[in-house]
């Protein structure tokens, strides 16, 4: 991996689209996700982290993390996405609500009975399939996993241990998707469960999408009790399902004057940067080979939903390469004297990499002065998954994997 190229960046001069799925992550379906979750007994409220003497280091006002590796014992956020989705298909499968069918109801005996057994598919580089396969175990249905070539052992155990069927397969991770797809279609009782969406399969994105917006109504109202309105939102992406959930939230709540929001993708990924920078509203596709650390972002081929919200409401795009993410890594893991650590993986350190880089690197202060970053920020950055492969988590903070070359 090269370890010398440059971060890149771009403002968003996409022209406005009719801004048609906007709605669909309001406060009001982000509550009915989030009562959906509380139901759960492993639900409890993640951490919001103020950091606040590396604020002061970076001449910021204030910092806040929102640490996903507490989430329902997964270490990552995916499962609030899997959960809703399986949910919400049951819900609809037995013309009920969503409000009706809670986690007491979804387990029992008699809805077994009711719903019989399905088989939920789905492609991932680790995270996502964890958590659908954990909700559909919990739930006692079947769920077949398909990952991509490159996924390490670890991830794959972690899935297998939710009795599901997995396989790593020679596929990247979109060819994953379709080959997922195609087995769900020619199942009895299949359902492709994916946070990823294409025309035609837009529905249980959505619902996806919504699952992960109780992430962001916890830091909202984490925010408000604190006494911050942020200024400033990062957040990482690989198709944009949770970008778009969390900049489609925090646009619906502050309407008339929404943050400034940036979007953060792996170079080797980076999608919706190149959509961006095409600048005429299509998705530009990234095809072959994805090679990356931040496993969960190496996904070539946007979702149609959050692209959607992304061109009308993100503020700007930005393509990291390894080093910026191992660097949030390590300064996560080693916090000045009295802040909080947080263990955070490859996946979920590229913001904090990002937000370090562009306060203290003379480089980029074109991208600093972009944003309106200064004294008077007040930044929410979403740490989304711990350290969920161990062995590299630890190359990289004890051994300084994936530095900067030349600096």
């Given at each position: 991996?090269?370890?010398?190229?440059?971060?890149k960046?771009?403002?968003n001069t996409?022209?406005?689209?009719?801004?048609?799925?906007?709605?669909?992550?309001?406060?009001?379906?982000m509550?009915?996700?989030?009562?959906f979750?509380?139901?759960?007994?492993?639900?409890s409220?993640?951490?919001?982290t103020?950091?606040s003497?590396?604020?002061?280091?970076?001449?910021?006002k204030?910092?806040?993390?929102?640490?996903?590796?507490?989430r329902?014992?997964?270490?990552?956020?995916?499962?609030?996405?899997?959960?809703?989705?399986?949910?919400?298909?049951?819900?609809r499968?037995?013309g009920?609500?969503?409000s009706?069918?809670?986690?007491?109801?979804?387990?029992?005996?008699?809805?077994r009975?009711?719903f019989?057994?399905?088989?939920?598919?789905?492609?991932?580089?680790?995270?996502?399939?964890?958590?659908?396969?954990?909700?559909?175990?919990?739930?006692?249905?079947?769920?077949?996993?398909?990952?991509?070539?490159?996924?390490?052992?670890?991830?794959?155990?972690?899935?297998?241990?939710?009795?599901?069927?997995?396989?790593?397969?020679?596929?990247?991770?979109?060819?994953c998707?379709?080959?997922?797809?195609?087995?769900?279609?020619?199942?009895?009782?299949?359902?492709?469960?994916?946070?990823?969406?294409?025309?035609?399969?837009?529905?249980?994105?959505?619902?996806?999408?919504?699952?992960?917006?109780?992430?962001?109504?916890?830091?909202?109202?984490?925010?408000?009790?604190?006494?911050?309105?942020?200024?400033?939102?990062?957040?990482?992406?690989?198709?944009g399902?949770?970008?778009?959930?969390?900049?489609?939230?925090?646009?619906n709540?502050?309407?008339?004057?929404p943050?400034?929001?940036?979007?953060?993708?792996?170079?080797?990924?980076n999608?919706?940067?190149?959509?961006?920078?095409?600048?005429?509203?299509s998705?530009i596709?990234?095809?072959?080979?994805?090679?990356?650390?931040?496993?969960?972002?190496?996904?070539?081929?946007?979702?149609?939903?959050?692209?959607?919200?992304?061109?009308?409401?993100?503020?700007?795009?930005?393509?990291?390469?390894?080093?910026?993410?191992?660097?949030?890594?390590?300064?996560?893991?080693?916090p000045?004297?009295?802040?909080?650590?947080?263990?955070?993986?490859?996946?979920?350190?590229?913001?904090?990499?990002?937000?370090?880089?562009?306060?203290?690197?003379?480089?980029?202060?074109?991208?600093?002065?972009?944003?309106?970053?200064?004294?008077?920020?007040?930044?929410?950055?979403?740490?989304?998954?711990?350290?969920?492969?161990p062995e590299?988590?630890?190359?990289?903070?004890?051994?300084g994997?994936?530095?900067?070359?030349?600096?």
């Open positions: 991996m090269n370890n010398t190229e440059k971060i960046w771009t403002r996409i022209s406005k689209s009719s801004d048609r799925q906007i709605e669909n992550m309001s406060a009001a379906e509550a009915k996700a989030n009562n979750h509380k139901s759960f007994p492993q639900y409220v993640t951490p919001l103020p950091l003497n590396l604020a002061s280091f970076l001449g910021l204030r910092l806040y993390i929102k640490d996903e590796s507490f329902f014992g997964l270490n990552a956020f995916k499962v609030l996405g899997g959960s809703y989705a399986i949910g919400r298909h049951i819900a499968q037995l009920k609500d969503i009706e069918v809670p986690y007491d109801v979804l387990t029992s005996d008699a809805l009975k009711e019989g057994q399905a088989a939920f598919f789905t492609a991932t580089d680790g995270n996502h399939g964890r958590g659908v396969a954990w909700a559909a175990n919990m739930l006692g249905q079947k769920c077949v996993v398909r990952m991509p070539k490159g996924t390490t052992q670890a991830r794959l155990q972690h899935i297998r241990r939710e009795n599901a069927e997995v396989t790593i397969e020679d596929l990247n991770y979109d060819d998707v379709r080959m997922a797809a195609k087995e769900a279609a020619e199942a009895e009782n299949g359902i492709m469960v994916q946070d990823t969406a294409w025309e035609g399969y837009e529905e249980i994105p959505t619902w996806i999408m919504q699952g992960y917006g109780t992430l962001a109504m916890e830091a909202d109202l984490q925010l408000e009790t604190d006494g911050c309105r942020p200024t400033h939102i990062f957040v990482q992406a690989g198709v399902s949770l970008a778009g959930a969390v900049i489609g939230y925090f646009s709540r502050f309407r008339e004057n943050p400034v929001m940036v979007v953060a993708e792996a170079d080797s990924a999608c919706l940067y190149r959509s961006a920078l095409q600048a005429d509203g998705r596709p990234v095809t072959g080979d994805m090679p990356t650390i931040m496993a969960g972002l190496a996904c070539g081929e946007a979702n149609t939903v959050s692209w959607d919200i992304l061109r009308n409401h993100a503020d700007a795009f930005v393509s990291c390469p390894d080093w910026v993410s191992a660097d949030g890594c390590r300064i996560y893991g080693s000045l004297r009295g802040d909080g650590q947080i263990v955070s993986g490859e996946s979920g350190s590229v913001t904090m990499g990002l937000l370090y880089a562009i306060m203290t690197d003379p480089e980029y202060c074109g991208l600093k002065q972009a944003l309106k970053l200064d004294g008077n920020s007040q930044v929410l950055l979403i740490s989304t998954e711990g350290d969920t492969d590299r988590y630890r190359e990289i903070t004890w051994k994997a994936y530095r900067r070359e030349g600096r």
